[in-house]
């Protein structure tokens, strides 16, 4: 495991929480104004969204690359794949169900039926213009994993044949230049830049897997270099950049990701590498619990701020980006619990039944 990606990957889910208490503190109902500093400099937190989905496609390419080409190791690979995903998803959907009823002023509705229900829970992609939002109805923030269990599927084909993956790549391209904002939901969803971030990462795994390396003076310039052009990028976009082109910007920060993948794995492939137990990266192990569970403290956090504003006037920007940091802060704090004593357990039965029952079904075939 590269310990740098995983530091990485804290900041990443940083900025996309600080996006969150940005926006969230900026309504009306909670800060308003006095919140318009923090959310400014966090506008560009989405970005982190683009590092995700370069790391995804360069870790599960990277870690499953030996496995290609044999499709007897597909069962263990799904069921290692579900596992990953659902559980922690399904018990903050069910809390979060819990706070909607208890609190029914919530912004987020439960589903209206059934199967509206039953394909949140599973995953699948719904239409924004049926269900609202970003078609991820109550954990809004699940859009994201919609698209990483559609990776997982494409990636399958490549255990049962290498030559498979080229299936789904065609189709998204043949897709992306075809179809036209009027289309089925499901055109519009695979069509989506951020796939392309998984081909990326995809990709950068592979060519890792050759013989070929950059030297630790290279590695360092790659990873300087994604770390300018990522700030530039990111000043650039809150200042100038076309609200109507966020495909480019999305494909955009998707590159400059990817080098910086790529020099952070071959500068620890060149001797150097983070200690295990440096916050970030122990953040960065949480960061799927903090994805998840930020949007339900960061509300509960939120209302309390407001309340206090209420009472301690004037409120004013400095104090309200106080308010934020400590709240992005508590977020990370309660994330780094529950993976502890709530993602880690459960992970670790889950994996070692896995094991076992794979390792059962290989012996009996």
């Known amino acids: 495991m590269y310990l740098s990606l995983q530091a990485?990957?804290?900041?990443?889910?940083?900025?996309?929480?600080?996006?969150?208490?940005?926006?969230?503190?900026?309504?009306?109902?909670?800060l308003g104004p006095a919140a318009d500093l923090f959310r400014q400099l966090s506008s560009f937190?989405?970005?982190?969204?683009?590092?995700?989905?370069?790391?995804?496609?360069?870790?599960?390419?990277?870690?499953?690359?030996?496995?290609?080409?044999?499709?007897?190791?597909?069962?263990?690979?799904?069921?290692?794949?579900?596992?990953?995903?659902?559980?922690m998803y399904w018990l903050v959907f069910a809390m979060t169900c819990l706070s909607i009823w208890l609190l029914p002023t919530s912004r987020n509705p439960l589903p209206a039926d059934a199967a509206t229900?039953?394909?949140a829970l599973l995953l699948i992609p719904q239409d924004p213009a049926v269900v609202g939002g970003?078609?991820?109805?109550?954990?809004?923030?699940?859009?994201?994993?919609?698209?990483e269990m559609v990776f997982y599927l494409a990636m399958a084909l490549a255990l049962i044949q290498r030559w498979l993956l080229l299936l789904p790549l065609g189709l998204i391209l043949l897709n992306s230049l075809t179809h036209s904002a009027g289309d089925h939901f499901i055109r519009n969803f695979l069509s989506n830049d951020h796939i392309y971030l998984f081909v990326m990462g995809a990709g950068l795994a592979m060519l890792g897997s050759r013989s070929w390396r950059l030297s630790a003076t290279q590695a360092r310039m790659a990873i300087t270099a994604a770390a300018l052009a990522f700030v530039a990028l990111a000043a650039w976009e809150d200042l100038t950049f076309p609200a109507n082109n966020r495909g480019l910007s999305v494909l955009l920060f998707?590159?400059?990701?990817?080098?910086?993948?790529?020099?952070?794995?071959?500068?620890?492939d060149a001797g150097w590498r983070p200690r295990p137990d440096h916050l970030l990266v122990r953040l960065g192990h949480a960061s799927y619990t903090l994805y998840l569970i930020h949007v339900a403290v960061m509300s509960v956090l939120g209302k309390m701020v407001s309340l206090l504003a209420q009472h301690a006037r004037p409120f004013g920007p400095a104090a309200a980006t106080t308010s934020a940091i400590l709240i992005v802060a508590a977020c990370a704090l309660v994330a780094l619990v529950v993976h502890r004593h709530v993602e880690q357990p459960i992970m670790r039965k889950l994996n070692q039944a896995i094991s076992r029952w794979t390792d059962t079904t290989a012996h009996r075939t």
């Open 8 to 30: 990485c990957r804290a900041l990443a889910a940083l900025m996309v929480v600080c996006l969150h208490v940005g926006a969230t503190l900026n309504r009306d109902t909670y």
């Open 45 to 87: 937190g989405d970005a982190g969204v683009s590092f995700f989905f370069v790391l995804s496609g360069f870790i599960v390419t990277r870690v499953h690359l030996p496995d290609f080409n044999q499709p007897a190791r597909l069962p263990a690979y799904l069921l290692k794949r579900v596992a990953r995903i659902y559980p």
């Open 117 to 119: 229900l039953i394909k």
């Open 134 to 147: 970003t078609g991820a109805p109550v954990v809004f923030v699940a859009w994201t994993l919609q698209y």
């Open 254 to 268: 998707g590159g400059i990701s990817t080098v910086g993948v790529l020099g952070l794995t071959h500068l620890e």
